[in-house]
Each structure stands twice: as structure tokens, then as C-alpha cells.
């Protein structure tokens, strides 16, 4: 089997770029360890940013996201008893974000691949790259009871963090930073409206929580929890009695409860991997980094580097400029770094790290007090939350 561009994951990140590179006439083929249904069957992220809505829109999959999605325009704040407003659009000269769950985006994404009768392989098992460093990198895999050789010009490794690409990197080749935090999400989806028409991100003494949404008439909604906290010992009803214990009083009395449809727990940590490319293998999305949900960031950063990857492949088969994709991973780390430390900071200012550290405590509610208060703080957070420009490729 032979195709340009090979993709290892049908998870956003796979299934955008493959979409991109279609429509520009690169032939790829995506190969997946899951079934179609795992893949959608993941409860993950929702908010987009504008450059990922308008890739999306690239990738001609806008229809639904325009009838479904929800353009928001502001979230709020709360701490110390206080809500605070960030309008994103007035902070920003006019930037949004949209609500469409990150299930909605692959949905949309699978069917229009298969739509464009492009290849994908799913239920893919043993899946390997082979000479990354030669003009002829391929990779073996088994398909139905088949071993199957695949030949390309490029491997995308867009396989998550638990991937095989970076592993496929010789260790003393790649460099990893990381933290980790001392707590995870709980997160829960119901069908019930949301408490609020927009995000609300709460600091409380017992914990960080998110109010969020997937539409008008479905919920998510997330807790802080210590990270050996199991999901079987939070039944529904803990949940909604803990979540109305974090939220303020007016909040927490128009909380619509109601049975979950999922419950998970995801633990927190950030994460690069330097550099994202090895010979014709490039990292694309989480098999590349990570960042703590808490910025919003984490698809969206799967989107902005398929958005680097898309546009300089673009330049070598359409305009044979081989010199600018060996930029890759430098072009991806200025972006990913920024986000990175937005998302630290949003966590380190929001959560509960000990109840014993008081001096840690004044420290969140200052640097809260001080950013809401001031027009520049407001704008850093709005500026942020939106999304960074894009970096340009030359
Ligand atoms: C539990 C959870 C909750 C999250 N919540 C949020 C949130 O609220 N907000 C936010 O912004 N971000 C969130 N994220 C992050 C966001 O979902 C990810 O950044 C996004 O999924 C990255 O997309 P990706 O395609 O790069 O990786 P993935 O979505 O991980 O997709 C990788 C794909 O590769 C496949 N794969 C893995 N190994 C192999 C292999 N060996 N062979 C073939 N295929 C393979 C996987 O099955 C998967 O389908 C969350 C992530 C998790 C795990």
C-alpha cells in the first residue's frame, strides 16, 4: 500500500489534517488502533478557538458547527464571593470562541472523509514507523488478520499521548518537560441546561470547578478532585452537592440537576516534547504535549500545529519547497510554549493546592483581584483565552 502523507490516529488531529490534505489533493491514508465508535465514544474538550473554527470551516466541515455551535463571547470569573465578567469580544477588538464538543468536530470530520471515499484503517493494531531518517519512511501494521506495509512520503504522528510516534524517536534525540499537579478533573455530562449561558470558572477553598456546556440543553460540568479520588465513589448526588457548595449562593439555586451520562476523571499535567519532528516524522497535537484543561487549550493546539503541518505540506507538493517543513517543529513550540504558560498560570491561580499553604492562598485571591481589576489583566486573559495568532511559516 502507498500514499504521501501517512497518519497515525483518527483522533482530531489525524482527521483534520487528513481533511486539509484531501481537499488539496494529497492523497493520505489514517490509520487508527481504535474502532470509529471508541474514537467518538471519548468525552473530551469543547471550546474553540477562532483560528481552529476557521480551519474547521477550511476543512468544509462548518455546516453543523454553524447550526449547532455556540458562539460565546465572555466567561465569567469567580473567587472570594466575586464574579467577574470577561467580555472576550470588547477586550479583543471582536475575537470569540464556540462551544461544539470535540465529539461533534470528529463526527463531522469522520463523515466527510468518508464522504471523500479517503482511506482509513481502523482497528489498526501494531502499528510501527520504520526509517524516519530515509527519503522512504513506511509503516507496518495488522488489518484484518493482514500485515501490511505502508509506504509515504511523510509520517504525521497525531496519536495521542500515549502514542507510538515519539516513542518511535530515539530517546536521546528528543528532550520532555514536564509537570505534574497534585490533582485531577472530575468531569460529568448531563442532559440538563446549562446553569449559566456562559463558562463559569470558579476558585473555591474546596476546589477549583467548571461550569461548562455542550448545547443549550447539555452540561458539563467539572470538579477538582485529590488525584486517587475514584470515580465509583461519586454517585450524582455527591456530585451536584458538591458542585453547589463551590459556586456562589445565586449560582448554585438555579443549578438544574439531573442523571449524568458520562462521569470521568482526567489528571492534570503539561507537558512538550522538543523537537516535535524526527527525519520525515512530525509530532502533531498530544502525542507532543499536553496542557491542564483549565485554558481551554488543548484541542486547540492540536488544531494550530495540523495548521502548521497542513500549510507546509502544502508548500512541498504544490510549490516543491522541501526547505520550510524542516521548520516545523520550531514554528509549532513558539505557539505551543505560549499556551503552555497560559494554562499553568490559569491553573496555579484557580485550584486548591494544599490547605495548609494560607501564604499560597493570599497569593491566588491578589493575582485574581489585581487581573479582574485592571483593563491589562482583563485583556491578557481575553487575549489568551481566544487564541494567539497563528505563527507564520516564513
Ligand atoms: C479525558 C480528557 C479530557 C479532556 N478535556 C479537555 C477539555 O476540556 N478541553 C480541552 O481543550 N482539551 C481537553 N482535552 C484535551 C483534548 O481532548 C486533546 O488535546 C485532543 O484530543 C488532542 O487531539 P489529538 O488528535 O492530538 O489526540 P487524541 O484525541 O488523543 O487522538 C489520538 C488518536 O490516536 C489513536 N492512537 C493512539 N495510539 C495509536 C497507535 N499506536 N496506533 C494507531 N492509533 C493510535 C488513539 O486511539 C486516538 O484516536 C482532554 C483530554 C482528555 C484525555
New binding site residues.
Partial sequence: MKTQVAI???????LLLGQLLHRQGIDNVI????SGEY?LSRI????LEQGMVDLLREAGVDQRMDQEGLPHDGFELVFDNRRVRVALDELTGGSNVMVYG?TEVTRDLMEAREAAGATTLYE?DN?QPHDLESDHPYLTLEHNGETIKLECDYIAG???????SRQAIPQERIKAFEKVYPFGWL?MLSDTPPVSDELIYSRHERGFSLCSMRSATRSRYYLQVPLDEKVEDWSDERFWEELKRRLPDEVAAKLVTGPSIEK?I?PLRSYVVEPMQHGRLFL????AHIVP?TG???????ASDVNTLYRLMVKVYQEGRTDLIERYSQTCLKRIWKAERFSWWMTSMLHNFSDEDDFNSRMQLAELDYVTSSQAGLTTIAENYVGLPYEPLE
Fill in positions: 497515525i490516529g483518527a483522533g482530531p488531529s489525524g490509520v487508527e488502533r481504535r474514537v473530551r474538550a469543547g471550546v470535540q489498526a502499528v497525531c496519536d495521542g499521548y500515549h502514542g507510538v468531569g470521568s482526567a502533531v497535537g498530544d502525542a484543561p481551554a487549550k488543548g484541542l486547540n493546539l492540536a
